[in-house]
């Protein structure tokens, strides 16, 4: 069965550093895409960043480009989020997710995590 | 690439018929997928290529669509679809981007 768990949420004041974490099981972790989305509270889905199978690819959205960087541990089959200089505004609920194709990088997600809450607070 | 839904919300019974829509701000073929969001929960593809039902996901949930106009339709609502509905496109990228998204709730 394919699962993606997030951890290493929590609360940290503005200007600090965070890093999340998305263990993958029940499938070939170094064949996907994996994603992250992130979802503040009353707002919608956002995309955040999403790197490539073999991880020499990354991109991000323009609201964390240069503060955040998303890599990959393929013999851990996991996808890390590292989030630096924090700001109010990235408080949320943040999903890791792979695709349904093998070997690209742009396609549907799926299946998704339950997400981890990052709260940024002073 | 923006998408727009309509409505934001609506209220529906069990056993209904719902559609919610989504328009995109230039052509974007087929390249549009629908995802049900329930709170504390992983998000679940429902749709991709506008009308491909993903493996496991009811019958019961239709998309169609293409360019710039697309549905989802749910066709015998059950208690288990009230939720929050989003569209993502795929035709331009980065960004990856989703509608703002609809909550239907039980009437």
């Known amino acids: 069965q394919v699962q993606l768990m997030e951890s290493g949420g929590g609360v940290v004041q503005p200007g600090k550093s965070l890093r999340l974490s998305c263990a993958a099981s029940?499938?070939?972790?170094?064949?996907?895409?994996m994603n992250w989305v992130r979802q503040a509270p009353g707002k919608g889905l956002e995309w955040v960043a999403a790197?490539?199978?073999?991880?020499?690819?990354?991109f991000y959205a323009d609201s964390v480009k240069g503060r955040f960087t998303i890599s990959r541990d393929n013999a851990k089959s996991t996808v890390y989020l590292q989030m630096n200089s924090l700001r109010l505004d990235d408080t949320a609920v943040y999903h890791c997710?792979?695709?349904?194709?093998?070997?690209?990088?742009?396609?549907?997600?799926?299946?998704w995590g339950p997400g981890t809450q990052v709260t940024v607070s002073s | 690439i923006q998408l727009t839904q309509s409505p934001s919300s609506l209220s529906a019974s069990v056993g209904d018929r719902v559609t919610i829509t989504c328009r995109a701000s230039q052509d974007i073929g087929v390249y549009l997928a629908w995802y049900q969001h329930k709170p504390g929960k992983a998000p679940k593809l429902l749709i991709y290529a506008a009308s491909a039902l993903q493996s496991g996901v009811p019958s019961r949930f239709s998309g169609s669509g293409s360019g710039t106009d697309f549905t989802l339709t749910i066709t015998g609502l059950q208690p288990d679809d009230f939720a929050d509905y989003y569209c993502?496109?795929?035709?331009?990228?980065?960004?990856?981007?989703f509608g703002q998204g609809t909550r239907l709730e039980i009437k």
């Open positions: 029940g499938f070939s972790f170094g064949s996907y895409a």
């Open positions: 993502q496109q795929l035709k331009s990228h980065p960004p990856v981007t």
């Open positions: 790197i490539s199978p073999n991880g020499k690819n990354d």
């Open positions: 997710a792979t695709v349904i194709s093998v070997l690209v990088v742009w396609n549907w997600f799926d299946p």
